[in-house]
C-alpha cells in the first residue's frame, strides 16, 4: 500500500492501541476514536503469555511491559475443597524457550504504557469520539462529526460499531459470569501471590495472581450461572453473593472471599461471539480483538489474540499494494487460529470445571502452552 492512505482506527482498548501503532509505525498517518472521555482500562489484571509479548516486541515495549508486571516462576491449578495442588506449570525459562517473558500485569499500566507508544509513533489519539454508525470507511460520530478515511478498522469490543456492518448480531451470553477483585497483598495472601493459580471446582472456578510489583492480588471468580437476564453486563454485587456461591470451598477460597469484600464487587456476564466466516469488507472494512471473535476467557488469550491481530494487520497491510490485498492476507493469517482458541477456551472450561475435580490433569494435559499458542510469533509468521 502506499504509505498515504489514511488508516481509522475505531477502538482504543489494548487491541486498537497496539494496531494504531504498529501501522502509524510502519508509515501510516492513523487515526484511532475512543468513545471514553479520558483514556483507560478496567481495575484488573491481564496475563500475558509469550506470544502476546511477542507483539508487544513489535513495537518496540515488550521490556517496558515486564518492568511494569510480574513474571512467575511456577502456577498451580488447586482442587476446590481442600487446596491441594494438581497440577503444577513452570513457568522459569519463558524467554528462552518462547522468545519472550509471560507477564501478569495490570489492565491500567499496561494501557498507560500503550498510550505513550502510540503518541510517540505519531497516531492522531481522539477521545469523546464515539462511533454511532460507518459509511463506507467514514465514521460519523456521536457528535455529528464525520471522520474520513481510507481503511476503517473495528476494534471496538464486544458492542462493536463496525461490526454491525458485517451482521446485525449482538455479543451472546456464555453462560459464565464473573467477579473481578483487587486486594493489597497481606495475611492469608501472601501464600496465594507467590504461588499463583486457579482453584477448580464443578461449575466454578477462582483465578489469582499478583500485580504492581507483587503489592495487589488480582482475583476472578467465575460461575456457570445461566440466565442473565439484567439489562447491563456488569451489576454491582455483595459479599454475600460471592460466599453463598463458593460455600463449602477450601480456606484459601474463603481468604481471597473475604479480601474481595474489603473493596467493591462487580459481576459481570461473559460474552462472547460466533466465528464470522470473514472479516474483510469490500476490501477496505476490518476487524480485530473482541470486535472479530470475543471468546471466553478459560485459556486467558483475548487480549493476546488482539495484539497478534494488530501486528498482522499492520504487516500484511504494509507488505501489500492495495487494502484489499493487505487485508486477504491478514485474513488467511489470522482467522484459523482465532477460531481455534475461541472453541479450546470454551473446552478449557469444561475441562476445569467438571463434576470430578480429582479427574483434573490425569492423562494428556491440555492447557494454553501444551496446545502450542505460546509458539506462535506474530512478527514473522507467514502473511
Ligand atoms: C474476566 C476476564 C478475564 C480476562 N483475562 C484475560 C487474560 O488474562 N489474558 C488475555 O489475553 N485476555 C483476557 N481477557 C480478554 C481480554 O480482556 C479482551 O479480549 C481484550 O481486552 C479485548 O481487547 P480489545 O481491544 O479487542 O477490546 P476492548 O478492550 O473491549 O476495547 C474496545 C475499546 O473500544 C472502545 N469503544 C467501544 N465502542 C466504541 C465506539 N462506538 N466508538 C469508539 N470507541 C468505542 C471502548 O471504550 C474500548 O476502549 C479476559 C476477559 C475477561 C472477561
Redo the contacts with the bound molecule.
Keep these: 500500500m502506499t504509505r498515504n492512505e489514511r488508516i481509522t482506527v475505531?477502538?482504543?482498548?489494548?487491541?486498537?492501541?497496539?494496531a494504531a501503532t504498529a501501522l502509524a509505525q510502519a508509515g501510516f498517518p492513523v487515526t484511532l476514536?475512543?468513545?471514553?472521555p479520558v483514556?483507560g482500562?478496567i481495575g484488573?489484571?491481564?496475563?500475558?503469555?509469550p506470544n502476546?509479548m511477542k507483539g508487544l516486541d513489535h513495537i518496540g515495549v515488550c521490556e517496558k511491559v515486564a518492568a511494569a508486571g510480574v513474571e512467575p516462576s511456577r502456577q498451580r491449578v488447586q482442587h476446590w475443597q481442600d487446596g491441594r495442588t494438581l497440577v503444577t506449570m513452570e513457568r522459569t525459562g519463558q524467554r528462552e524457550k518462547y522468545g519472550a517473558p509471560y507477564v501478569y500485569i495490570h489492565?491500567a499500566d499496561l494501557h498507560r504504557i500503550l498510550v505513550e507508544a502510540a503518541r510517540a509513533a505519531g497516531v492522531d489519539l481522539q477521545t469523546n469520539?464515539?462511533?454511532?454508525r460507518t459509511e463506507g470507511t467514514s465514521?460519523i460520530?456521536?457528535d455529528g462529526r464525520r471522520i474520513e478515511g481510507d481503511v476503517l478498522v473495528g476494534?471496538?469490543?464486544?458492542?462493536?460499531?463496525v461490526r454491525q456492518r458485517f451482521e446485525a448480531v449482538q455479543a451472546h451470553f456464555t453462560g459464565h459470569v464473573?467477579w473481578?477483585a483487587l486486594a493489597p497483598v497481606e495475611g492469608a495472601l501472601a501464600d496465594l501471590a507467590s504461588f499463583p493459580g486457579i482453584h477448580i471446582g464443578p461449575g466454578r472456578m477462582i483465578?489469582r495472581y499478583p500485580v504492581r510489583g507483587g503489592s495487589l492480588l488480582n482475583m476472578?471468580f467465575?460461575a456457570r450461572q445461566p440466565g442473565w437476564t439484567e439489562d447491563g453486563w456488569s451489576l454491582p454485587a455483595t459479599p454475600e453473593d460471592l460466599a453463598a456461591t463458593y460455600e463449602g470451598w477450601c480456606e484459601d477460597a474463603q481468604a481471597m472471599i473475604r479480601a474481595a469484600a474489603t473493596g467493591p464487587i462487580f459481576k459481570?456476564a461473559?460474552n462472547a461471539r460466533k466465528p464470522l466466516s470473514d472479516w474483510n469488507l469490500e476490501g477496505r472494512i476490518t476487524l480485530?480483538?473482541?470486535?472479530?471473535h470475543?471468546?471466553t476467557?478459560f485459556l486467558?488469550?483475548?487480549?493476546?489474540?488482539?495484539?497478534e491481530d494488530a501486528v498482522v494487520l499492520s504487516r500484511a497491510l504494509a507488505a501489500s499494494d492495495t487494502p484489499e490485498a493487505g487485508l486477504r492476507r491478514y485474513v488467511a493469517a489470522r482467522h484459523e487460529r482465532t477460531t481455534f482458541i475461541q472453541a479450546e477456551s470454551n473446552a478449557n472450561a469444561d475441562r476445569m470445571q467438571g463434576q470430578d475435580s480429582d479427574l483434573f490433569g490425569l492423562g494428556t494435559m491440555r492447557d494454553e502452552e501444551s496446545i502450542g499458542l505460546f509458539d506462535y510469533d506474530c512478527r514473522t509468521v507467514a502473511i
Design positions: 475505531v477502538g482504543g482498548g489494548i487491541g486498537g492501541m497496539t476514536l475512543e468513545a471514553a483514556f482500562e484488573a489484571g491481564v496475563t500475558l503469555s502476546a489492565r469520539a464515539a462511533a454511532a465514521v460520530l456521536h476494534a471496538d469490543g464486544l458492542k462493536s460499531v464473573a473481578r483465578t476472578v467465575f459481570w461473559i480485530l480483538g473482541d470486535a472479530a470475543a471468546m476467557p486467558g488469550h483475548g487480549a493476546a489474540c488482539a495484539i
